[in-house]
């Protein structure tokens, strides 16, 4: 059973492009989380996913970002007009089931995002 | 909103010697779970330990245990036996029930910990 897959494992955007980072979640797992580590930080949650639906996002800014996670295929979290502020790693979690303190969500290796 | 503190940026230890990790955290709410995470250089994050606000006994897993003081809202880690493999950066992160079925994490800016052959 593969873990959470993330790509691409580093990713260079210019100013102004867009930023397509992609999950898929272990084998079983319909909830996604993204998380986002700035330089010097510790993970700060974005978004929560089940499939089709987008659960909370509390967490993400309210322009430039959108996740979704189809009933096929694997999570996106999409970044638009990307600047040097969005350079950071980004990471995906997934459980089977809401996480809760005894069921673990499991996380990817991150896209580390470079702006340029 | 919750905060997380690790006050220690970077530490290091002897090989085979302990080695304790600060947490502090600060919440108005009274039913929350800890956790500690491991990121090894390969960016994994890995589920250390976890603790439940409500049980007042330390959790241990292994060569790893907390010290989970509630009232004073500490949640120390303590590493017995340091190996080489326990070279990474640890996250103490704080978990609550947020709404709309969703539990979040909070993570504090982490501890490099290295350990010395």
């Known amino acids: 059973n593969a873990g959470v897959m993330q790509n691409p494992r580093h990713l260079v955007r210019r100013r102004g492009q867009e930023a397509r980072l992609r999950c898929s979640p272990m084998?079983?797992?319909?909830?996604v989380y993204w998380y986002r580590q700035l330089p010097e930080e510790g993970l700060k949650f974005m978004v929560y996913l089940q499939k089709e639906n987008i659960i909370d996002e509390s967490g993400m800014p309210k322009e430039r970002f959108s996740a979704e996670f189809p009933k096929e295929g694997p999570s996106i979290l999409r970044i638009q007009q990307v600047v040097r502020g969005d350079s950071a790693a980004y990471f995906c979690?997934?459980?089977?089931?809401?996480?809760?303190?005894?069921?673990?969500?499991?996380f990817g290796q991150g896209t580390r995002l470079t702006v340029v | 909103a919750q905060t997380v503190t690790q006050s220690q940026p970077e530490m290091s230890v002897q090989e085979a010697e302990t080695v304790t990790l600060s947490c502090t955290y600060d919440t108005s709410e009274n039913n929350y779970y800890l956790f500690w995470y491991k990121q090894p250089p390969s960016r994994q994050m890995i589920l250390v330990i976890r603790?439940?606000?409500?049980?007042?006994q330390n959790a241990t897993e292994n060569r790893f245990s907390v010290n989970f003081q509630k009232a004073a809202k500490s949640f120390s880690l303590k590493i017995s036996d340091s190996q080489l493999g326990d070279t990474a950066m640890y996250f103490c992160a704080f978990m609550k029930y947020s709404g709309a079925g969703s539990y979040q994490l909070t993570f504090g800016k982490g501890t490099k910990l290295s350990v010395i052959p």
């Open positions: 084998k079983g797992h319909s909830h």
């Open positions: 979690a997934s459980s089977p089931d809401s996480v809760t303190w005894n069921t673990e969500a499991f």
């Open positions: 603790q439940e606000a409500y049980k007042q």
